[in-house]
T-cell receptor, first 114, second 112 residues
Framework: GNSVTQMEGPVTLSEEAFLTINCTYT??????LFWYVQYPGEGLQLLLK???ADDKGSNKGFEATYRKETTSFHLEKGSVQVSDSAVYFC?????????????WGAGTKLIIKP | ETGVTQSPTHLIKTRGQQVTLRCSSQ?????VSWYQQALGQGPQFIFQ???????GRGNFPPRFSGLQFPNYSSELNVNALELDDSALYLC???????????FGPGTRLTVL
């Protein structure tokens, strides 16, 4: 079945460091891919998305490129801030064109130290 | 703020009891999904409702059931609670034809 694997956390970085959180997926067809963020005490928020191969999603300085050849959707940010500390989830939708029935990775906790 | 609210925030039940969790979606969002998020894990899809009918279900037993109402609110009901049902329950709403789900803050259920 479809699945999402993301790097285990926690990931601890200093402020202004470069961030990469790896995400790979297994899916039939052409899923849509998402990154969600969960700040402490808050609900899940969509960070960015990509719906087809080679699309790049971006938001708040974060980027991720849908790589079908490597079945990956790695999250990157050039310079992280303390306020980026949160749990990040990679997810896919196995229904083309929509994102219901999301399949999720286990989440990666990011800790940014001043 | 996503415009999606859930109640209650926290709930404690004992094994064997029944529980009802509630969600109020954004106005105009005719689709609602429910997810279970165990501690330290990603959410697991329970089911989805579209125009008051269930139209997708994950790998959860029948004791997990739901309702959706015309006023964009919905319920998740769990019968015969088990210890493993302890989790954060999330609802998410989306408008038909749109490609983004809006999540509520969740209900933390503890089963003792």
């Amino acid at each position: 079945g479809n699945s999402v694997t993301q790097m285990e956390g926690p990931v601890t970085l200093s402020e202004e460091a470069f961030l990469t959180i790896n995400c790979t997926y297994t899916a039939t067809g052409y899923p849509s891919l998402f990154w969600y963020v969960q700040y402490p005490g808050e609900g899940l928020q969509l960070l960015l998305k990509a719906t087809k191969a080679d699309d790049k999603g971006s938001n708040k300085g974060f980027e991720a490129t849908y790589r079908k050849e490597t079945t990956s959707f790695h999250l990157e940010k050039g310079s992280v801030q303390v306020s980026d500390s949160a749990v990040y989830f990679c997810a896919l939708s196995d229904r083309p064109g929509s994102n219901y029935q999301l399949i999720w990775g286990a989440g990666t906790k990011l800790i940014i130290k001043p | 703020e996503t415009g999606v609210t859930q109640s209650p925030t926290h709930l404690i039940k004992t094994r064997g009891q029944q529980v009802t969790l509630r969600c109020s979606s954004q106005s105009g969002h005719n689709t609602v999904s429910w997810y279970q998020q165990a501690l330290g894990q990603g959410p697991q899809f329970i089911f989805q409702y579209y125009r008051e009918e269930e139209n997708g279900r994950g790998n959860f037993p029948p004791r997990f059931s739901g309702l959706q109402f015309p006023n964009y609110s919905s319920e998740l009901n769990v019968n015969a609670l088990e210890l493993d049902d302890s989790a954060l329950y999330l609802c998410a709403s989306l408008a038909g034809g749109h490609n983004e789900q809006f999540f509520g803050p969740g209900t933390r259920l503890t089963v003792l």
